[in-house]
Every structure is written in C-alpha cells, then in structure tokens.
C-alpha cells in the first residue's frame, strides 16, 4: 500500500491536468480575486475573504469529487476494484488527497493574492485542508449515488443549503450555538482564526470536531463502497 499510494497520487494529478481541473481551480480562485478586489474600496473585506476561501473546498472538493466519480463509474474504473478491498481503500484516498491539495493550494494562492502573508498560516491550511477532505468524501458519496450530473446536483442541493447555515452565525446573525454539531462550522471557524482571534476552545473543538467527521465519513464512506464494489 505504502508503495502504491504515491504513484496513485502522482497518476491522479495527471489526470487532473488532463481533464482541466486544475487550470478550473485557478479560475475560479481568479474569479473570486477579481471580486475581492473589485470591493475592495469598501474597507475590511475579511469576512468576504472567508465566505471565497469557504467555497474553494465547495467547488474543488465536492463538485470535484463528485464528477470524478461520476466519470469513473461511466468507465467502469469502480467494478475493477472488485477484487481488491484494500485497492479501493488506495484508490480513494489517493483522489482524496489529490483533491485536497488542488483545493489547498488555490484557496492558499487567492488569499495571497487577497491580502499578502498578514494571516494565521497553520490555521488556515489545516482548516482548509480538512474541510476540504469533508467535502471531498461527501462528493464521493453523492457522486456514487448519482445517475449523471444533473442528478449529482439535485442530491447535494439540500446539503449545500445545510453547509451554508453556519455563515449566519460567522457573520452574526444567528447564535453559534446552533451549529456547533456541522462540520462545516468547524472549518469555517478554523478559517476565521486565520483572521481574527479565535479563543482556544474553540480552537480545540474545530480541529477536534473536523478531525472526527472526516474519520466517521472516511469508514461510512469505504463501508458502502466495499458492499457496493469489494
């Protein structure tokens, strides 16, 4: 496995850059630096800057993941992994990690672009990096359910609606203590301490909280995919 796992990973960006996800991450991190920029006159715009860096493991990871998926279920990649349970375990995690990475590294190079190296560097890239594992297992998920894309897309729209909820309470409008249960909550709490002081406590519960969902979605995620492939 130990061996396995890097070349997967390498072959996995190469198929990125092949279907042009990569070269769509950059344009979407563009996109949203053009808006940023463009408000910029406005004054302090970091809490713009949350909701852009929020949605970068949204696009990358779960849209991503999901057509990803998708595309491999149409080329029937998913039923050749019959034969070997541990080789489906390699093959997720190797596009979970991929993805993770993509999404990462442009939300890294729009925030600075954004506002320069003024930023908590830890906070932000763990934060982002595992959020966008969550995100990347439910694509996985939906993608896997899904009959094409236009489905895909009927399927995650409730969950999406969901992950946005907890923005009511960064940007105070709603109590916090609503959305503590939500791991995109804690991401976004993870992201907000890049900016503003975030006590430890909550700093704590966020890392910990985001930690254990992605774990709990990682083993729901290989468990439906060996009944359904293994």
């Known amino acids: 496995m130990k061996n396995q796992l890097p070349k997967m990973i390498r072959w996995d960006f190469v198929l990125l850059q092949r279907n042009n996800l990569i070269l769509l991450a950059i344009l979407v991190a563009a996109a949203?630096?053009?808006?940023?920029?463009?408000?910029?006159?406005?004054?302090?715009?970091?809490?713009?800057?949350?909701?852009?860096?929020?949605?970068?493991?949204?696009?990358?990871?779960?849209?991503?993941?999901?057509?990803?998926?998708?595309?491999?279920?149409?080329?029937?990649?998913?039923?050749?992994?019959?034969?070997?349970?541990?080789?489906?375990k390699i093959f997720l995690l190797s596009k979970t990690l991929a993805l993770a990475t993509l999404s990462t590294a442009s939300a890294l190079l729009l925030n600075l672009a954004a506002i320069g190296i003024h930023f908590q560097w830890i906070h932000f890239t763990l934060g982002t990096f595992l959020i966008s594992v969550?995100?990347?297992?439910?694509?996985?998920?939906?993608?896997?359910?899904?009959?094409?894309?236009?489905?895909?897309?009927t399927k995650i729209f409730g969950f999406l609606m969901l992950s946005a909820l907890p923005f009511l309470a960064i940007y105070g409008l709603v109590p916090e203590i609503y959305f503590y249960w939500l791991p995109p909550f804690a991401g976004l709490k993870l992201i907000q301490a890049s900016y503003f002081d975030v006590s430890w406590?909550?700093?704590?519960?966020?890392?910990?909280?985001?930690?254990?969902a992605n774990v709990l979605t990682w083993k729901f995620l290989i468990k439906n995919f060996k009944t359904q492939y293994a």
């Open 32 to 88: 949203y630096l053009g808006l940023f920029k463009l408000l910029t006159p406005l004054g302090d715009l970091r809490g713009l800057l949350i909701l852009l860096v929020f949605n970068d493991p949204v696009v990358t990871g779960l849209l991503f993941a999901g057509v990803i998926v998708l595309f491999e279920k149409n080329q029937q990649t998913l039923k050749a992994l019959e034969i070997s349970a541990t080789l489906l």
């Open 201 to 212: 406590p909550y700093l704590i519960y966020a890392y910990g909280f985001l930690i254990a």
């Open 134 to 153: 969550f995100f990347i297992l439910v694509g996985f998920h939906f993608g896997n359910q899904s009959r094409d894309f236009t489905h895909f897309i």
